[in-house]
C-alpha cells in the first residue's frame, strides 16, 4: 500500500515539474481585435436583419479557457417605419474542447489551423428604437437598457502563432424589459410600448473578428 | 614554382571565390526584399467608387496607413472622403443618396507572394458616417442629419516594392452597410471600388 502511494506521489511530482517545465504556456495571453456582426432572426416584430461593428480584447487563463471582452454597434430596421439600434458590452467565455493543437510547442514552419470552441456569457444591452418619420412636435423613440445572456460554438482560424481569424455564432436572450412596436398600415399610426419584466426575446448573432496577441501579461516563457 | 606553392596558392585562390560568393549572395538575400515586419507604408489616392444600390459612381479620396507585424500579417487603418463635388454620375433624388460620406475602417491584412511583389488581402471592420437628406418632401429647404452607421470592408490588390522608400499599389475594395436614419427606406452603401497608385514606405527597425 505505501509503495502505491510512493508511487503515486512521484508520478503527481513528475506532472507538477512537467508542469512546471514548460516552455510555452499561453495563460496570460492578451488579443486585440476588431469584429463585424449580423443580427438575424431577432424577436422584434418586423424587424430584418441587422448588421454591426465592434472591437474586442481577448484574455486567456489555461490551455483550454480563453475570455472574450466585447462591445458592438449593431443597427436594424423594424420594416420601413422605424430602426433599431443595439450597444451591447460585454464578455464571453471561451472553451476549447480540443486543446492539444499546442501551436505554442510547434518547432516545424507553422501551419495555418482551425481551433473550435463552445462559448457563453454575459452582456448588458441599450437599445433605442426610433420612427422613420417624425412626428412634427419632435423625433419619436422609445429606449431601454437591458441584460443579456449568450451562447453558441465558433472556431479560430489561426494563420500564424499571433494571428487569428474567428467565426462565432451564438443566441443571445434579452432579460427584462422590452420594447414594442404597434405600427398602423392604413392610417400610418406608429407607437411604443415598454413591457416591464422578465421577457425573454433574443436573436442569433453570427460574428467574425480578427485578433493579434498583443502581450503576455502573466505566466512569462521560460528560457 | 614548386608544386606545394601552386597547391597553396590554389587553396588561397579557392578561399577567396568562396568568400567573394557568399557575401554578394547574403547581401543580396537580405536587401532584395523590402517588405518585412516593422515596415510601415502610407498612401493617399483618388478611388472612384461604385454606389451600385444607388446606381452612383463618386470620387472617394482614399488614404491609408498599413503597418506589417509579420512576414505575413500586418494592421491597417485607412479612411475614404466623399470628394467636395465628387458626383460623377448621379441619378437618383437627393433623399436616396448622402450628400457627404466619410467612411473609416481599420482591419488586418494577409501578404502572399515572395520577396518584392505581393498579393495583399485585407478585412476591416468600421464606421460610415453619412449626411442624409430628412423629410425631403414636407420641408423646404431639405434638412440633412448625420449618422454613424455599422460597415466593414473587403479589399484585395497587388504591390510591388521597388525601392527602399517606394512601392506601387493597385487595389479593389468592396464594402457594406446601411443607412438607417433616413425618412424612408434605408438606404444600402454597398459599394465597389478601385485605388491605384505610388505609395511610401520605411523599415521602422533595423534587423
Known amino acids: ?168 455564432g451564438q443566441y443571445m436572450i434579452h432579460l427584462g424589459n422590452h420594447i414594442e412596436t404597434e405600427y398602423d398600415f392604413t392610417t400610418g399610426a406608429l407607437s411604443f410600448h415598454e413591457h416591464k419584466g422578465a421577457s425573454l426575446a433574443g436573436h442569433v448573432l453570427v460574428t467574425l473578428s480578427l485578433n493579434y496577441k498583443i502581450a503576455k501579461l502573466w505566466g512569462f516563457t521560460r528560457r | 614554382m614548386g608544386i606545394h606553392q601552386k597547391i597553396i596558392g590554389l587553396f588561397l585562390l579557392a578561399s577567396t571565390l568562396v568568400y567573394s560568393q557568399e557575401k554578394p549572395w547574403s547581401h543580396w538575400s537580405i536587401q532584395s526584399s523590402y517588405f518585412q515586419p516593422s515596415l ?81 488581402l485585407h478585412a476591416e471592420p468600421g464606421i460610415a458616417i453619412s449626411e442624409m437628406a430628412q423629410q425631403p418632401f414636407l420641408i423646404v429647404p431639405v434638412a440633412y442629419q448625420w449618422s454613424i452607421s455599422p460597415s466593414y470592408m473587403l479589399k484585395g490588390g497587388t504591390s510591388f516594392y521597388f525601392s527602399k522608400y517606394c512601392h506601387f499599389f493597385a487595389e479593389i475594395n468592396y464594402s457594406n452597410g446601411w443607412i438607417r436614419k433616413t425618412p424612408l427606406t434605408s438606404v444600402s452603401i454597398a459599394q465597389y471600388g478601385i485605388s491605384a497608385g505610388l505609395g511610401f514606405h520605411v523599415l521602422t527597425k533595423k534587423n
Open chain 1, 1 to 168: 500500500m505505501q509503495r502505491i502511494f510512493l508511487v503515486l506521489i512521484l508520478i503527481g511530482v513528475l506532472q507538477a515539474n512537467a508542469q512546471d517545465n514548460r516552455r510555452y504556456n499561453p495563460a496570460g495571453m492578451l488579443s486585440l481585435g476588431g469584429r463585424t456582426t449580423v443580427s438575424l432572426f431577432n424577436d422584434h416584430e418586423n424587424e430584418m436583419t441587422g448588421s454591426g461593428v465592434g472591437g474586442q480584447f481577448r484574455l486567456r487563463f489555461s490551455d483550454a479557457v480563453n475570455t472574450d471582452w466585447f462591445f458592438d454597434y449593431i443597427t436594424s430596421d423594424i420594416l420601413n417605419y422605424a430602426h433599431r439600434t443595439d450597444y451591447h458590452i460585454g464578455w464571453s467565455v471561451l472553451f476549447y474542447p480540443i486543446n492539444n493543437l499546442d501551436y505554442f510547442r510547434q518547432k516545424e514552419e507553422f501551419k495555418p489551423k482551425f481551433r473550435p470552441y463552445i462559448l457563453a456569457g454575459h452582456c448588458f444591452d441599450y437599445s433605442k428604437i426610433e420612427a422613420k418619420v417624425s412626428p412634427l412636435d419632435g423625433p419619436m423613440s422609445a429606449e431601454r437598457w437591458s441584460s443579456a445572456v449568450q451562447a453558441g460554438l465558433g472556431t479560430h482560424l489561426e494563420l500564424s502563432p499571433r494571428f487569428d481569424i474567428s467565426l462565432t
Open chain 2, 40 to 120: 510601415l507604408r502610407a498612401s493617399a489616392t483618388i478611388a472612384p467608387t461604385r454606389f451600385y444600390s444607388q446606381q452612383a459612381t463618386v470620387a472617394l479620396i482614399n488614404g491609408f496607413v498599413e503597418y506589417v507585424l509579420e512576414n505575413r500579417i500586418s494592421v491597417r487603418g485607412e479612411g475614404n472622403i466623399m470628394a467636395p463635388n465628387g458626383k460623377l454620375l448621379y441619378t437618383n433624388s437627393p433623399e436616396k443618396f448622402p450628400r457627404n460620406f466619410t467612411s473609416i475602417y481599420a482591419g488586418f491584412g494577409y501578404h502572399l507572394g515572395k520577396r518584392n511583389w505581393k498579393l495583399d
